[in-house]
């Protein structure tokens, strides 16, 4: 009898480097990066990398939005799989998709907002995410990727996805800070504010990790560290200390994801 965990949140991991673990053929995604029974559960915000196939999903009204999913091999028995499953009431959106083999996102269900390597219904966005270094699991967005802005703040009526503005598509959401806003001084401490347009707990309860900053215009940085990234249990507010040289009246783009593990 399969288990059937109902009305939980599966969100902020990691998985990756996995292959098959599914030796009987019993084709219900049991190689996926996550496989979820049960009903009324929710997946977001995770990234999934390296394996079989990303998120098999068994149950009903599942919610799986904001995931990234990446560098899948396919499904060996039991299933076609690369990408994302569903059924009739799964809910997928905002879920970036690259270098997948095999089925990208399943037949079944309400889809919209997502990045996939090729046209297909629910991908509204196809191409390359252009993550800053998919090999290396670093899946934040560079600042060309088409999946800025082009996802939905709307998942289901009572769940909104978490975003400063326009809500980009996969795990990592980008924010701009210009010149002017950082300073030209070092020892600078950004205050990042989301729009309080997050569903409660959506965010996490109390570290975001993997803020990059990268230069989008202006003559470069003169140095750049980064250090005490925290968000405030309960707030939409996330603060991060960033010791930054500016030159040439640079424009710069930080980056963080709310993605924890190993």
């Known amino acids: 009898?399969?288990?059937?965990?109902?009305?939980?949140?599966?969100?902020?991991?990691?998985?990756?480097?996995?292959?098959?673990?599914?030796?009987?053929?019993?084709?219900?995604?049991?190689?996926?990066?996550?496989?979820?029974?049960?009903?009324?559960?929710?997946?977001?915000?995770?990234?999934?990398?390296?394996?079989?196939?990303?998120?098999?999903?068994?149950?009903?009204?599942?919610?799986?939005?904001?995931?990234?999913?990446?560098?899948?091999?396919?499904?060996?028995?039991?299933?076609?799989?690369?990408?994302?499953?569903?059924?009739?009431?799964?809910?997928?959106?905002?879920?970036?998709?690259?270098?997948?083999?095999?089925?990208?996102?399943?037949?079944?269900?309400?889809?919209?907002?997502?990045?996939?390597?090729?046209?297909?219904?629910?991908?509204?966005?196809?191409?390359?995410?252009?993550?800053?270094?998919?090999?290396?699991?670093?899946f934040a967005l560079t600042a060309s990727s088409p999946a800025i802005g082009a996802g939905t703040a709307s998942i289901i009526s009572g769940v909104t996805a978490c975003s400063n503005g326009a809500v980009d598509i996969g795990a990592h959401q980008t924010v701009k800070v210009s010149q002017a806003e950082v300073g030209t001084i070092n020892s600078t401490t950004v205050v990042i504010n989301f729009q309080n347009n997050c569903t409660p707990g959506i965010l996490p309860a109390s570290v975001i990790t993997g803020l990059t900053i990268q230069e989008d215009t202006g003559g470069g940085f003169a140095s750049k560290t980064i250090s005490g990234v925290t968000s405030t249990a309960g707030s939409n507010q996330v603060r991060a200390v960033v010791t930054v040289g500016f030159t040439g009246g640079s424009t710069a783009r930080f980056s963080y994801s709310t993605s924890t593990g190993n």
Not at 16 to 26: I, K, T, Y
Not at 60 to 80: I, Y
């Open 1 to 138: 009898i399969a288990p059937t965990p109902a009305r939980n949140i599966y969100r902020f991991n990691r998985v990756h480097d996995f292959g098959s673990f599914n030796p009987g053929g019993a084709g219900d995604g049991r190689e996926s990066g996550f496989v979820i029974y049960g009903d009324g559960n929710i997946v977001h915000d995770n990234e999934v990398y390296r394996g079989t196939s990303g998120i098999a999903v068994a149950g009903t009204n599942t919610l799986v939005f904001n995931n990234t999913v990446d560098n899948m091999s396919g499904m060996t028995t039991g299933g076609s799989l690369g990408g994302i499953s569903s059924n009739s009431s799964t809910t997928i959106k905002n879920n970036a998709l690259a270098r997948i083999t095999g089925d990208v996102l399943g037949s079944g269900g309400t889809k919209s907002n997502n990045l996939c390597p090729s046209a297909g219904t629910g991908g509204s966005v196809t191409g390359d995410p252009l993550f800053v270094n998919a090999d290396g699991g670093n």
